[in-house]
Nanobody, 121 residues
Framework: QVQLVESGGGLVQAGDSLRLSCAASGRTFNDYAMGWFRQAPEKEREFVASANWGGRMTAYADSVKGRFTVSRDNAKNTVYLQMNSLKPEDTAVYYC??????????????WGQGTQVTVSS
Protein backbone atom coordinates (compact mmCIF):
# COMPACT_ATOMS: atom_id res chain seq x y z
CA GLN A 1 0.00 0.00 0.00
CA VAL A 2 0.92 3.66 -0.09
CA GLN A 3 0.88 6.53 2.41
CA LEU A 4 -0.06 10.00 1.16
CA VAL A 5 0.69 13.42 2.68
CA GLU A 6 -0.63 16.62 1.10
CA SER A 7 0.83 20.09 1.42
CA GLY A 8 0.57 23.51 -0.20
CA GLY A 9 -2.88 24.64 0.84
CA GLY A 10 -3.56 28.07 2.21
CA LEU A 11 -5.61 31.25 2.12
CA VAL A 12 -5.55 33.18 -1.14
CA GLN A 13 -7.61 35.74 -3.00
CA ALA A 14 -9.71 35.04 -6.06
CA GLY A 15 -7.54 34.90 -9.15
CA ASP A 16 -4.47 33.71 -7.29
CA SER A 17 -2.67 30.41 -7.75
CA LEU A 18 -1.64 27.55 -5.52
CA ARG A 19 0.33 24.39 -6.10
CA LEU A 20 -0.57 21.38 -4.04
CA SER A 21 1.84 18.53 -3.54
CA CYS A 22 1.22 14.98 -2.44
CA ALA A 23 4.23 13.06 -1.20
CA ALA A 24 3.77 9.32 -1.35
CA SER A 25 5.60 6.47 0.26
CA GLY A 26 5.22 2.78 -0.25
CA ARG A 27 6.79 0.08 -2.32
CA THR A 28 4.03 0.08 -4.95
CA PHE A 29 3.79 3.83 -5.55
CA ASN A 30 4.73 3.68 -9.22
CA ASP A 31 1.90 1.23 -9.90
CA TYR A 32 -0.82 3.58 -8.61
CA ALA A 33 -3.19 5.85 -10.42
CA MET A 34 -3.25 9.09 -8.43
CA GLY A 35 -5.22 12.29 -8.28
CA TRP A 36 -7.18 14.77 -6.25
CA PHE A 37 -10.61 15.13 -4.71
CA ARG A 38 -12.04 17.99 -2.70
CA GLN A 39 -14.75 18.46 -0.12
CA ALA A 40 -16.38 21.68 0.98
CA PRO A 41 -18.14 21.89 4.36
CA GLU A 42 -21.41 19.96 4.38
CA LYS A 43 -20.92 18.90 0.77
CA GLU A 44 -20.07 15.59 -0.80
CA ARG A 45 -16.52 14.86 -1.76
CA GLU A 46 -16.01 15.46 -5.47
CA PHE A 47 -13.47 14.47 -8.05
CA VAL A 48 -11.02 17.16 -9.18
CA ALA A 49 -8.26 15.65 -11.31
CA SER A 50 -6.32 12.45 -11.88
CA ALA A 51 -3.35 10.98 -13.70
CA ASN A 52 -2.50 7.41 -14.54
CA TRP A 53 0.76 5.78 -13.51
CA GLY A 54 2.67 7.24 -16.47
CA GLY A 55 1.08 10.65 -16.08
CA ARG A 56 0.07 10.83 -19.74
CA MET A 57 -3.61 10.07 -19.19
CA THR A 58 -5.22 12.88 -17.22
CA ALA A 59 -8.79 13.79 -16.38
CA TYR A 60 -10.41 16.87 -14.90
CA ALA A 61 -13.73 17.89 -13.49
CA ASP A 62 -15.53 20.34 -15.75
CA SER A 63 -15.45 22.94 -12.99
CA VAL A 64 -11.64 23.07 -12.98
CA LYS A 65 -10.76 22.17 -16.56
CA GLY A 66 -8.53 24.82 -18.10
CA ARG A 67 -7.54 26.19 -14.69
CA PHE A 68 -6.03 23.21 -12.88
CA THR A 69 -3.25 20.91 -14.04
CA VAL A 70 -2.36 17.57 -12.50
CA SER A 71 1.07 16.07 -12.92
CA ARG A 72 3.26 13.50 -11.25
CA ASP A 73 6.91 12.75 -10.82
CA ASN A 74 7.28 9.08 -10.04
CA ALA A 75 11.01 9.46 -9.39
CA LYS A 76 10.14 11.84 -6.55
CA ASN A 77 7.05 9.89 -5.48
CA THR A 78 5.01 13.07 -5.79
CA VAL A 79 1.82 14.17 -7.51
CA TYR A 80 0.98 17.84 -8.00
CA LEU A 81 -2.08 19.96 -8.56
CA GLN A 82 -1.38 23.37 -10.05
CA MET A 83 -4.40 25.58 -9.43
CA ASN A 84 -4.67 28.83 -11.35
CA SER A 85 -7.39 31.47 -11.50
CA LEU A 86 -8.80 30.28 -8.21
CA LYS A 87 -12.41 31.07 -7.42
CA PRO A 88 -14.25 31.22 -4.09
CA GLU A 89 -16.13 28.08 -5.08
CA ASP A 90 -12.81 26.24 -5.13
CA THR A 91 -12.68 26.57 -1.35
CA ALA A 92 -12.50 23.08 0.11
CA VAL A 93 -10.29 20.52 1.75
CA TYR A 94 -8.26 18.91 -1.01
CA TYR A 95 -7.38 15.25 -0.70
CA CYS A 96 -4.75 13.31 -2.53
CA UNK A 97 -5.91 9.85 -3.54
CA UNK A 98 -4.47 6.69 -5.01
CA UNK A 99 -5.76 3.45 -6.48
CA UNK A 100 -4.13 0.15 -7.32
CA UNK A 101 -5.75 0.51 -10.73
CA UNK A 102 -4.71 1.84 -14.11
CA UNK A 103 -7.18 4.72 -13.89
CA UNK A 104 -8.28 6.45 -10.69
CA UNK A 105 -11.77 5.42 -9.61
CA UNK A 106 -14.46 7.50 -7.93
CA UNK A 107 -13.81 5.60 -4.69
CA UNK A 108 -10.03 5.40 -4.31
CA UNK A 109 -8.49 2.88 -1.97
CA UNK A 110 -6.06 5.29 -0.34
CA TRP A 111 -6.38 8.87 0.88
CA GLY A 112 -4.20 11.59 2.29
CA GLN A 113 -5.22 13.63 5.33
CA GLY A 114 -6.27 16.65 3.29
CA THR A 115 -5.04 20.23 2.96
CA GLN A 116 -7.28 23.28 3.28
CA VAL A 117 -7.63 25.69 0.37
CA THR A 118 -9.56 28.87 1.07
CA VAL A 119 -10.22 31.41 -1.67
CA SER A 120 -11.60 34.78 -0.65
CA SER A 121 -13.61 36.98 -2.98
Amino acid sequence: QVQLVESGGGLVQAGDSLRLSCAASGRTFNDYAMGWFRQAPEKEREFVASANWGGRMTAYADSVKGRFTVSRDNAKNTVYLQMNSLKPEDTAVYYCAADTTVVLTTTPNYWGQGTQVTVSS
